[in-house]
């Protein structure tokens, strides 16, 4: 079963990277860079893939807010109370929102809408949205690999394979409750 899954993973990681990081993908970024470290893939190919799907994401965040704000699904967007606080912001700031939208979680997918909503000139959003995601990638692939070279001092030098899987899967399971943990005391601050 191990190799099943290994095999996987060498075949379609960075396709899994490049999907994970379209959304919000911090985990998806780590774990990319997890692998990378890991000889799963070439580190290079990681960045690329999570810095691809970061700014495809918020492009296409960007221009579905640009084009089909009027769309039922999208409208009943426009009424939530994070939408009306992405707008002000990008009102007082709009070369600052692009860049940090990324970063605050639970915020990317209507950032990217309400920048589309807005009236930042789509060439300057995606200059922005670019060096953003650049720097976004950079991190998050980087901090993934410094968590192999941690998982490869606790388990030595060298991973087998199903070390490298079950490690992984404990990068993706703590990333993922600390964004639900975080996720839930934004929500509670803001009732």
């Given at each position: 079963?191990?190799?099943?899954?290994?095999?996987?993973?060498?075949?379609?990681?960075?396709?899994?990277?490049?999907?994970?990081?379209?959304?919000?993908?911090?985990?998806a970024?780590?774990?990319?860079?997890?692998?990378?470290?890991?000889?799963?893939?070439?580190?290079?190919?990681?960045?690329?893939?999570?810095?691809?799907?970061?700014?495809?994401?918020?492009?296409?965040?960007?221009?579905?807010?640009?084009?089909?704000?009027?769309?039922?699904?999208?409208?009943?967007?426009r009424?939530?109370?994070?939408?009306t606080?992405?707008?002000?912001?990008?009102?007082?700031?709009?070369?600052?929102f692009?860049?940090?939208?990324?970063?605050?979680?639970?915020?990317?997918?209507?950032?990217g809408?309400?920048?589309?909503?807005?009236?930042?000139?789509?060439?300057?959003?995606?200059?922005?949205?670019?060096?953003?995601?650049?720097?976004?990638?950079?991190?998050?692939?980087?901090?993934g690999?410094?968590?192999?070279?941690?998982?490869?001092?606790?388990?030595?030098?060298?991973?087998?394979?199903?070390?490298?899987?079950?490690?992984?899967?404990?990068?993706?399971?703590?990333?993922?409750?600390?964004?639900?943990?975080?996720?839930?005391?934004?929500?509670?601050?803001?009732?």
């Open positions: 079963m191990s190799d099943f899954v290994h095999g996987l993973i060498e075949q379609y990681g960075l396709l899994a990277v490049f999907l994970g990081c379209v959304a919000e993908g911090e985990t970024a780590l774990l990319g860079g997890f692998f990378a470290h890991q000889a799963v893939f070439p580190a290079w190919q990681a960045y690329g893939a999570a810095f691809c799907g970061a700014f495809l994401g918020d492009t296409l965040f960007f221009f579905a807010g640009r084009r089909l704000l009027g769309h039922p699904r999208l409208s009943r967007l009424g939530t109370p994070g939408f606080r992405a707008l002000g912001w990008i009102d007082r700031h709009p070369n600052l692009v860049l940090a939208n990324r970063y605050v979680y639970g915020l990317r997918l209507v950032g809408v309400a920048a589309g909503a807005s009236a930042i000139p789509a060439a300057r959003f995606l200059v922005l949205n670019a060096v953003s995601a650049a720097i976004w990638a950079a991190l998050f692939t980087t901090a690999y410094v968590l192999g070279l941690g998982a490869e001092a606790a388990f030595g030098a060298a991973l087998e394979r199903h070390e490298r899987l079950l490690a992984g899967l404990a990068i993706a399971v703590v990333a993922l409750a600390v964004a639900r943990l975080f996720v839930r005391r934004r929500a509670r601050r803001g009732a």
